[in-house]
């Protein structure tokens, strides 16, 4: 019964629509000839991506040229910036059908955002490569995770992408460029914090999406996305946030997935979001790659270096070494983040020692905590809106005997438990975004996302052209296993999911429709 992901006939492109855009609107050429099957070059050198901000002056020229060389391709070359930046639109606009379906294809939310993207960027650099006849070219890196407070700094936009003709954008906001730190939780309006607490924040929000909350293949990936799904049926944890936010904070084309790719820091930031797999993985536990078929077996189709339709699998993309590249070291201090204690931050909040055990002033709010009422799994006909304001609800945890049988393979201290925020809704034409707290029933827009109560964010990124009534569907699923521990309440028998619309999101409508916790 396997079911794969198959390549869309590239000759049925249903004209993804991009208001303003040329006609035909982000459709790929089509070849009638069929796609070669993709075969790695073992004589290629070993390449090394490097970090924006540490270029040298040569490296720069090279960089610059490569895109310059590459803007000068005719447009209907599939090898041109401009068709190039339609890759993306195509797949994200759902310009093609699923083959043999008529269910649109789309390589984000789901588990093939990580390997479509890592694809993309390959043959993206080797067209670069190719521009410069340079077999040793590779793709530097935005290291906007990196929160050094050493000039150059990596959390701004790189001074390439300002300093470089080929690589610059003009649509980008005005008000990001540097020394404006970047908001790895954007949402659409300025956090207003200092360059101090934005740094935690971000470091917070890092060690969240990658480390206590990405415990498992699927929080980190997504939700698995087969043959005939409906598409989109949940990101990831890196996908959601930073990922995300970093499009909506550079702002102009990257603030739209339709037009992203045609601002060249797009690549540059996939390629840290494409790093950020393999730290990932270096974490260790059960951080691995999906071992099911149906991921391992899924296919694309991109144009090469040599304009020739190239049919690739997820499971050639899994080890960069067997691509022959590989990322520059750089410090990834957010992975010992730790974040700020609540009870000296916030008032009103049940205080945990520092050895994690809870105090008698926590059995108190605890019991506060019981008056809140419970939402419950998603059930027909029942739903939330979250109209501006932060939303309560108790949530039972279940007893995990029930889980450990049907994981047979997972042993019990691996087993993650797991926030599920069911049938979110939000308007595919706006940016929306909201956080998760837990056990702060009092959290709002003004709560600082440095602190352990901080479980996790939501942040959509409009699509263009989507008729107005159109939603984006989604589960968001976040592993709390870790977080439970740290705010001292691995025993209590329930919690308090708090979530508060931020930013623009605030008064976007987010419909949700169930919350529950489950083990996998
Ligand atoms: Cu294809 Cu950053 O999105």
């Known amino acids: 019964m396997a079911s794969p992901i198959q390549p869309p006939d590239l000759t049925q492109c249903q004209k993804a629509d991009v208001p303003g855009g040329s006609s035909p609107k982000c459709c790929l050429p089509s070849d009638p000839v069929k796609a070669t099957d993709f075969q790695i070059d073992a004589s290629l050198p070993m390449r090394v991506r490097m970090a924006s901000h540490l270029l040298d002056a040569a490296y720069i020229t090279k960089y610059n040229r490569a895109y310059e060389l590459m803007r000068a391709l005719p447009d209907d070359d599939p090898r041109s910036f401009s068709q190039q930046a339609s890759v993306h639109c ?60 050493f000039s150059p700094l990596p959390n701004v936009i790189p001074a390439v992408f300002i300093e470089k003709p080929a690589l610059v954008d003009n649509t980008r906001a005005p008000s990001h460029q540097p020394p404006t730190l970047v908001d ?55 996908e959601r946030a930073p990922h995300t936010a970093v499009h909506l904070w550079t702002g102009g084309d990257m603030g739209n997935f339709g037009t992203a790719g045609r601002d060249p820091i797009f690549y540059s930031h996939h390629a840290n979001v494409d790093r950020l797999w393999n730290v990932w993985k270096s974490l260790g536990g059960r951080r691995k790659d999906i071992t099911d078929p149906d991921w391992l077996n899924a296919e694309f189709v991109f144009y090469d270096e040599n304009a020739t339709l190239i049919k690739v699998k997820v499971g050639d993309a899994v080890s960069t070494e067997k691509l022959r590249y590989t990322y520059q070291n750089v410090p990834n201090p957010w992975i010992t983040h730790i974040s700020s204690p609540l009870s000296i931050s916030i008032a009103g909040t049940k205080p945990v020692s520092s050895n994690g055990v809870a105090s008698p002033a926590a059995a108190e709010a605890t019991s506060l905590l019981e008056e809140i009422e419970e939402f419950g799994e998603e059930v027909e006909g029942k739903f939330k809106q979250l109209a501006g304001s932060a939303f309560q609800s108790k949530v039972k945890r279940p007893v995990k005997d029930l889980f450990r049988t049907l994981k047979k393979q997972i042993t019990d201290e691996e087993l993650e438990e797991v926030l599920v925020i069911q049938g979110v809704e939000v308007p595919s034409d706006k940016i929306s975004k909201f956080d998760v707290f837990i056990n702060l029933p009092d959290a709002n827009d003004k ?4 602190i352990p109560e901080f479980a996790g964010t939501f942040v959509n990124v409009p699509h263009l052209g989507m008729a107005p009534g159109m939603n984006r569907k989604a589960t968001l ?44």
């Not at 917070?204 to 939700?223: D, R, Y």
């Open 90 to 149: 195509a797949f994200c606009q759902s310009a093609y059908l699923q083959k043999n379906s008529n269910e649109k294809l789309q390589i984000h939310f789901s588990w093939l955002f990580y390997p479509w993207h890592r694809w993309y960027l390959y043959f993206h650099e080797r067209i670069l490569a190719k521009m410069l006849n340079d077999d040793t070219f590779a793709l530097p890196f935005w290291n906007w995770d990196n929160q050094a407070i």
């Open 184 to 238: 790895l939780t954007y949402s659409g309006k300025p956090g207003g914090l200092d360059p101090e607490q934005q740094r935690a924040e971000n470091n917070n929000l890092m060690h969240q999406e990658l480390v206590s909350g990405a415990k498992t293949p699927s929080l980190f990936f997504g939700q698995a996305y087969r043959a005939g799904d409906a598409n989109a049926p949940g990101p990831g944890s890196v």
């Open 447 to 450: 709560t600082s996302i440095n």
């Open 477 to 520: 699923r976040i592993g709390i296993g870790d977080k439970l521990e740290q705010l001292g309440i691995k025993d209590v028998s329930s919690i308090v999911v708090t979530l508060v619309p931020k930013g623009q999101g605030k008064d976007v409508p987010i419909v949700i429709k169930g919350i529950k916790i489950e083990y996998e």
